[in-house]
C-alpha cells in the first residue's frame, strides 16, 4: 500500500519531535503500512463508526500517554490525517 501524509498530520507530529519513543513507534507502524496489501492486515486499527474508510491507530506508552492516529485508507492509498495525545479533541478533529 501507498501512503500520504495531510498537512496537519505533519503539524501534529512536529509537536511530538521531543517524544522519541513515540516517533519511533509511528516510523514502525508506517513502515508496517507500506509492506502489506490490506488494512485488514494491520491488527491495531480500529474502523470508527459510520464511516468505513476511517480507522484509528491507538499507541499506548503508559498508563497516561496514550495517542491516537487517524488514517483514512482510499482504494490503494493511507492517508494519515492526525495524531493527538488528547482523546475529545482527536475524535472533534477526525470527523
Known amino acids: 500500500m501507498e501512503y500520504e501524509y495531510t498537512n496537519r498530520y505533519e503539524r501534529d507530529l ?6 522519541e519513543e ?11 503500512i507500506t509492506r502489506i496489501d490490506s488494512i485488514d492486515e ?3 486499527t480500529v474502523v470508527l463508526r459510520k464511516k468505513t474508510s476511517r480507522y484509528r491507530i491507538k ?8 495517542y491516537r492516529i487517524g ?25
Open 71 to 95: 488514517i483514512i485508507v482510499l482504494k490503494n492509498t493511507v492517508w494519515f490525517t492526525c495524531i493527538d495525545k488528547d482523546k475529545k479533541r482527536f475524535y472533534k478533529r477526525f470527523k
Open 22 to 32: 513515540l516517533i519511533h513507534i509511528i516510523a514502525k507502524k508506517v513502515l508496517h
Open 42 to 44: 494491520m491488527h491495531e
Open 59 to 66: 499507541i499506548k506508552l503508559s498508563q497516561d500517554e496514550v
Open 14 to 19: 512536529l509537536r511530538y519531535t521531543d517524544n
